[in-house]
Every structure is written in structure tokens, then in C-alpha cells.
């Protein structure tokens, strides 16, 4: 069973960048395609970004221009640099594949507010 853990989140201003990053476990990360997702209070999860073992990435229309996914198959880590935040990007960021298939973690909060 892979486990990830996430961190960087944090407050910040709107127009402020944060770098979330989430580390895996197990020895076979690099085969997987990766995602992060969101959840902000009362409404479902959302997948905001994606990339492919091959390192192609998609992102929600929300976000596009604003943040950028990549990953380091050395650390067994996925980041999301987050520029030009928004108040409506306040929310809990979680990592998995896209299909959700490992155990979610506890996910780290990114506030954005004046």
C-alpha cells in the first residue's frame, strides 16, 4: 500500500504562491500518474492538477496559468507550486492518483485571505 503525506500549506495573501509537496511511499512511485485535489468547506473534492508517469500534466480550467504540477521520482515526491492564489482557492489539498486508488493522507491546509 503506497502512503503519502502532504505539507506546505499554509496562509497567505491573495496574489501570494505557496509550494505544496507530497511524499510517497513504496519503491514503484515513478510508475504512477499523480494528482492533486482540493476540498474547500461543503463541497466535494475536486482533482486540480495531473501528471502522467511520463511526465504530461492537465489541470482544471480553474487554475490553469495559476499553478503548475511536477514531480521528482528520485524523493518519491509530487509538488504544486501555487502562484496568484486566489480567496477561492482556500481549501484542504490532498494527493493520490487520479482514480483515487491509495489511502488518502491528512492533506494540508492553504488559507487564502487578506
Known amino acids: 500500500v503506497q502512503l503519502v503525506v502532504e505539507s506546505g500549506g499554509g496562509l497567505v495573501q491573495p496574489g501570494g504562491s505557496l509550494r505544496l509537496s507530497c511524499a510517497a511511499s513504496?519503491?514503484?512511485?515513478?510508475?504512477?500518474?499523480m494528482a492533486w485535489f482540493r476540498q474547500a468547506p461543503g463541497k466535494q473534492r475536486e482533482l486540480v492538477a495531473a501528471?502522467?508517469?511520463?511526465?504530461?500534466?492537465a489541470y482544471v480550467d480553474s487554475v490553469k496559468g495559476r499553478f503548475s504540477i511536477s514531480r521528482d521520482n528520485a524523493k518519491n515526491t509530487v509538488y504544486l507550486q501555487m502562484n496568484t492564489l486566489k480567496p477561492e482557492d482556500t481549501a484542504v489539498y490532498y494527493c493520490n492518483t487520479p482514480g483515487s486508488q491509495w489511502p488518502w493522507g491528512q492533506g494540508t491546509q492553504v488559507t487564502v485571505s487578506s
Open positions: 513504496g519503491s514503484i512511485f515513478s510508475i504512477y500518474d
Open positions: 501528471i502522467t508517469s511520463g511526465r504530461s500534466t
